[in-house]
């Protein structure tokens, strides 16, 4: 009969597996990055479909290779309006980028926007947004813990 | 097409694939009384590598795996390799949207000489090519794409360096490589490791 391979043996196998998956996903990473598979995203928080809760601000996602999953989950979790690119500028007091050390390697951006008008300049009513900021608030919001558990720091656009 | 260009291309095909006109043979077959002797004959065809080869790679010129067929030309250890890969994937879990795809074909020129004249079977694994590649970018459930600036069709240059088994009478054959891939926007150091069937 067979001796059980003792717990730690068993546990170097597991680790060892552990860092083959992440060196495989790695591997695939980079080879998704030569081929063309990375893309910018955005999802504009300030534009929802009926029922959704417009904010502020617009996450972008740079270099990303989930970026069909983030559009996706932009509509379906938020109503908001996703497309590829980042987030437009116009209209934006600043950003917040965030420590979020993502699988693969990606960046994330908030960007907050003056909502007291509309990008054209036309009305808007500002009371509708949650996440209002200023210039002046800027850094608070992007030190919030309970808004960025990993941190974030203050970016210009 | 000319009688010249088609006696060319005979000429092309009967070198690649082993079969020769009788002008090719004899030349031949002076060539090899003139730098060997019979002895040295029989193990110089000791030493060629068999002819063709079928392998897997896994990463390497194909990026992320490929399947190869390479002829070994007749003369000064060299050869040509085309394979394929294919390889989709679902990077988005909502219903409707659409797989990243990636398709490459490798096309290589190879030189494998013996690296001993005692272990012919041991040789030196160079080559160089291109890596055509197709990425179709996935798309999100509303069909919108998302792709790089490098998706879609593109070439880039290959180059092979390394160690290959590769016995006489054929049977296993392997090799581990430096397997670097160029293009305008960069350079991708990479490697990959082979095994298939030389025959």
Known sequence: MPRPLPAIALLALLGLGALACDALADVALEAGDFAGARADVHCDRRWVDDGGAPAAFCQELIATVAAAEFSDDCRAKHMATAGPGRCPRERVIGGCRLWRDNQDDSLVFDWYYDVTALPDGGPLDAEAFDSRTDHAGLPAVCADRSRYEEGAEVVAP | ?199
């Open chain 2, 1 to 199: 097409m000319t009688w010249r260009s088609a006696r060319a291309a005979l000429a092309i095909t009967s070198l690649l694939f082993g079969a020769s006109f009788a002008g090719e043979r004899e030349a031949r077959a002076e060539r090899t009384s003139l730098s060997l002797a019979p002895a040295e004959q029989r193990r110089g065809d000791d030493r060629s590598p068999a002819l063709n080869a079928i392998f897997f790679e896994a990463l390497g010129s194909g990026l992320l795996y490929s399947v190869s067929y390479e002829r070994r030309l007749p003369w000064h250890d060299l050869g040509v390799r085309a394979g394929g890969s294919f390889f989709t994937y679902a990077t988005s879990a909502y219903g409707g949207s659409g797989n990243l795809t990636l398709v490459s074909i490798p096309l290589l020129a190879t030189w494998a000489p013996a690296l001993s004249s005692k272990y012919p079977a041991h040789r030196a694994n160079v080559g160089a090519g291109a890596t055509v590649l197709w990425l179709d970018p996935p798309t999100d459930s509303r069909g919108t794409s998302y792709g790089g600036d490098r998706a879609g069709l593109g070439v880039a240059a290959s180059a092979v360096l390394g160690y290959r088994y590769l016995p006489p009478s054929g049977g296993f054959t392997f090799a581990l490589a430096f397997t670097p891939l160029l293009r305008a926007s960069g350079l991708l150091p990479w490697g990959g490791v082979s095994a298939g069937i030389a025959f």
